[in-house]
């Protein structure tokens, strides 16, 4: 009896022991950003200001914490209980992103010691060995080089078309962005891992069903990614992997299968078409110079290139359909650039989409208005003075609020007006969809190429038009749940054969 009361007496006081240990650490905790005299958005004792993340989309959640700042060039956040600071001003973040960046290498993000294609890719990569692998990578994203994709994004545009009219032929609403996907998919994928992919055709496909499971983002995953920002420092823990682990097994296999049909990594590659030949020469010269570099490494750059490049593109192409199918004028004018240029040249090549400025303007309004990212992540290694009020500590995540800057009425007049001409010949206007400085999107001239592929093949063959019941663009709704601004619902238009 006296035993059983004791063991009782020891549970209570320990409980209250951690209890008030707990509240005395949540007061320290709360008083973070006061101490410093930096604005501050109240937390919730538990979400910290995650609780606002859970009502929307990233986006909704950076314009909450923008609006709520009062203007303020930075806020202070919590992350759970960690400690965040936002920045909203645009030159405060060029310096963190650009002249600071020795400071800002790093995101504040990590995937599992025991997952390679995760910790290996480049997105997660940590210095000394990004800088290593994104020298490696850099020259093959030039503009040159990507010409070497041009017979592939030629011939997957034109079957692009050809699925539309397919579609037209049954007479059903057509969902834009799995479309879109489809192609994306198998322009990416192809590059990436060297295997033929049909889903522009068919809508199906090994790689096809690969990005249909990312995009699912399942409860495992969003944990996982949840673990990956918010507490980095219990993911090997929970062992978390960035892909499922089928997945990754799959993308072993074929790039293994791919590399061997190619002549294994022991020759330079014959050819250089495309990103898979890139990554062998990589790994040849790293051998010549007899430096170590696993296949694993390589492995997660191809599937890096394809998570980094299928969602986001096809959101891209998805809301620029949108967008044009109610702006009627855009579209003609769109359609009278490409045709003159197609009349001109009789071909259109990437060279010359490039050169289109209203199809590009149009690339950048989609951009703005819908940046896929909300954010951009960095952690200091040191300590940084933000201005000569703040000093932030080393280690404090920092949230670039791109989202916010890309729709505030002081930098974008009346910034929900979908108006490409914002961008025509002002290319020094604040646009971070892809990023800034050394790390910013390695994939942005790939992007820009598949895009002008598509845009062309799409906008020269249909006039788009709204579609009676599909939301019109003012009335999109961005997914609850996704770390990416895309569509909450299905999205159509209707697609209007050109005589
Ligand atoms: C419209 C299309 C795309 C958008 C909006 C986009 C956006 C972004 C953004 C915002 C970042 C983070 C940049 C930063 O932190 O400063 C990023 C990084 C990255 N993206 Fe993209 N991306 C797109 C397409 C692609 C494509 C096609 C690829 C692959 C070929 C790709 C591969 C990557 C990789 C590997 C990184 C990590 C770079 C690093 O840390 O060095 N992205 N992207």
Redesign the pocket.
């Known amino acids: 009896m006296i035993h059983h009361a004791m063991f009782l007496y020891l549970v209570v006081t320990s409980c209250v022991c951690l209890l008030a240990w707990v509240y005395l650490r949540w007061l320290q905790v709360k008083q973070y950003w006061a101490k410093l005299n930096v604005p501050f958005i109240e937390p919730h004792p538990v979400l910290g200001n995650l609780d606002l993340l859970i009502k929307g989309n990233p986006a909704d959640f950076m314009l909450e914490i923008y609006n709520r700042s009062n203007g303020s060039l930075y806020t202070g956040i919590w992350q759970l209980w960690r400690p965040t600071i936002v920045i909203n001003c645009p030159k405060i973040a060029e310096r963190i992103?650009i002249k600071d960046f020795d400071n800002f290498r790093d995101?504040f993000a990590v995937t599992g010691e025991s997952d390679p294609t995760g910790s290996l890719?480049?997105?997660f990569?940590k210095e000394p060995k990004?800088s290593s692998v994104?020298r490696h990578l850099t020259p093959v994203?030039t503009s040159a080089k990507l010409r070497m994709l041009e017979d592939l994004a030629e011939i997957k545009s034109k079957q692009l078309t050809q699925r539309i009219y397919h579609e037209l032929s049954k007479n059903e609403a057509i969902d834009i962005k799995a479309l879109y996907t489809d192609f994306t998919t198998d322009i990416?994928g192809t590059a990436s891992f060297g295997i033929e992919s049909d889903a522009t055709l068919t809508g199906d496909g090994p790689l096809r069903k690969v990005t249909k499971e990312l995009s699912q983002f399942s409860l495992y995953r969003k944990l996982a990614w949840g673990c990956y920002f918010l507490l980095p420092e219990y993911v090997d823990m929970f062992g978390f992997t960035f892909f499922p682990k089928s997945t990754n097994a799959y993308f072993l296999k074929i790039f293994h299968e791919a590399v061997q049909l190619r002549g294994g990594f022991d020759h330079a590659p014959k050819e250089n078409k495309d990103?898979l030949d890139a990554l062998i020469k990589m790994k040849y010269d790293a051998a010549t110079k007899n430096e170590e570099m696993g296949e694993d490494l390589l492995v997660a750059q191809a599937a890096?290139?394809l998570q980094?490049?299928f969602e986001?593109?096809a959101s891209?192409l998805t809301f620029l359909s949108v967008e044009l199918a109610h702006n009627p004028k855009v579209q003609e004018k769109l359609y009278q650039e490409l045709l003159a240029a197609k009349q001109k040249h009789g071909k259109l090549d990437a060279k010359n989409l490039s050169e289109l400025k209203y199809l590009n303007s149009i690339i950048k309004e989609t951009?703005r208005k819908y940046?896929?990212?909300p954010s951009?992540?960095?952690v200091p290694t040191k300590n940084y003075k933000i201005d000569d009020k703040l000093t932030i500590e080393a280690g404090t995540p920092v949230l670039i609020n791109l989202y916010s800057m890309h729709v505030n009425p002081k930098y974008y007049s009346d910034p929900m007006t979908f108006d490409p001409e914002r961008f025509n010949g002002n290319e020094e206007r604040i646009l971070?969809?892809?990023?800034?400085?050394p790390?910013?999107?390695?994939?942005?001239r790939?992007?820009y190429q598949?895009?002008r592929y598509a845009v062309a093949a799409i906008f020269l063959n249909f006039e788009l038009r709204p579609r009676a019941g599909s939301p019109k663009s003012c009335d999109i709704k961005f997914a609850k749940h996704s770390t990416l601004i895309i569509p909450a619902d299905v999205l159509t238009v209707d697609f209007v054969p050109r005589k």
């Not at 971070?432 to 400085?437: C, E, K, L, N, S």
């Open positions: 992103l995101r890719n480049l997105f990569l990004w994104r994203f990416i990103l890096v290139f980094g490049g986001t593109t891209n951009l940046p896929i990212t951009l992540i960095r971070m969809a892809f990023g800034q400085g790390r910013k999107c390695i994939g942005e790939f992007a598949q895009i």
